[in-house]
């Protein structure tokens, strides 16, 4: 199998739709720091920037939605301790810390997602379904980085013309405004103009094909089928009720048996695939360059 950079679109949009699914619905702890590792995993191999502003946001947002919960939410057994004669019970924290890490597991697979499915690769999948909503999409995420771009030219020209400093509050607010405000007549603009050169070209009067560089190829095929059996084997374990876990009024024994260790190794595999894929080929291009 490729790496997941070089799969088709189709296929890593299915594996996405599984892996997420798996984590959002099954709320179960072993499933949830699974998620949380292939989340990691695939990440820290695709960030060559090593970008750490990213990973304090998270945890930050973890630590909140962690606190949050038994501040809120007094259910449970075991009292760990009253604060203003309201307990905080040991239930409500773990399951608000399983929780946070369930949405920060989502969130890092978003990140991915956006990292490997660029503008063509949605393109790809949404082209056939509906061309339209596909190229909103696409002109969507194209306006993401152009407006970052044109943000940064007029912030750097307007402290090169000296018409505020950095290091002066008022200033600055003042300064972010203007910027604001330039840069919601250049969306307008430019919307216009995209708007009038798509109209020049002809768009909309006929149907329209589209083109797409991808093929999906028998790697692709093996890459969505073993998805398909893994995510198989998990959801038949749910089915059987050896996934079914609840936080109250106590915490449920986590279940070892056979469907379960199995659920547990199947979503294992699936969650760290990508991650794994792209190993394997990074170790066969510095294979490949130590023979030249």
């Known amino acids: 199998m490729k790496d997941i950079s070089h799969t088709d679109p189709i296929a890593v949009m299915i594996y996405y739709v599984c892996v997420v699914g798996i984590a959002m619905f099954l709320m179960h702890p072993v499933i949830i720091c699974i998620s949380l ?34 501040i809120w939410y007094h259910n449970g057994a075991t009292v760990l301790f009253v604060v203003n004669d309201s307990p905080v019970t040991l239930e409500a924290l773990l399951y608000g810390v399983f929780a946070a890490v369930m949405i920060v597991s989502v969130l ?3 990140r991915t997602f956006t990292m490997i ?8 999948v949404f082209g056939k379904l509906s061309p339209k909503a596909a190229l909103i999409l696409s002109m969507a995420l194209r306006y993401v980085p152009l407006m970052r771009r044109q943000t940064g030219k007029i912030r750097s020209t307007q402290k090169a013309l000296g ?33 009038d050169s798509m109209d020049a070209r002809g768009y909309g009067i006929h149907r329209r094909t589209n083109f797409s560089a991808y093929r999906f190829t028998v790697s692709d095929g093996i890459f969505t089928a073993v998805c398909a059996v893994l995510t198989a084997i998990v959801l038949t374990a749910a089915a059987m009720g050896e996934l079914a876990y609840g936080f109250y009024p106590k915490m449920s024994e986590i279940s070892l048996s056979f469907p379960a260790i199995a659920a547990y190794t199947a979503y294992g595999v699936l969650s760290l695939l990508p991650a794994v894929l792209e190993w394997k080929e990074a170790l066969r291009w510095r294979y490949l360059l130590s023979k030249v």
């Not at 191999?45 to 090593?50: E, I, M």
């Not at 499915?117 to 790809?124: E, N």
């Open 163 to 195: 018409i505020y400093r950095g290091d002066n509050i008022a200033d600055t607010l003042k300064g972010e405004v203007r910027i604001f405000s330039i840069m919601a007549t250049w969306s307008l603009e430019n919307g216009i103009i995209t708007a």
């Open 108 to 110: 890092y697979r978003f």
């Open 37 to 70: 590792a292939g989340a990691l995993a695939l990440y820290l191999t695709l960030d060559t920037k090593r970008s750490a502003g990213l990973h304090l946001s998270f945890l930050l947002l973890f630590a909140v939605l962690a606190v949050i919960n038994p």
């Open 117 to 124: 499915m660029t503008a063509d690769k949605l393109m790809r």
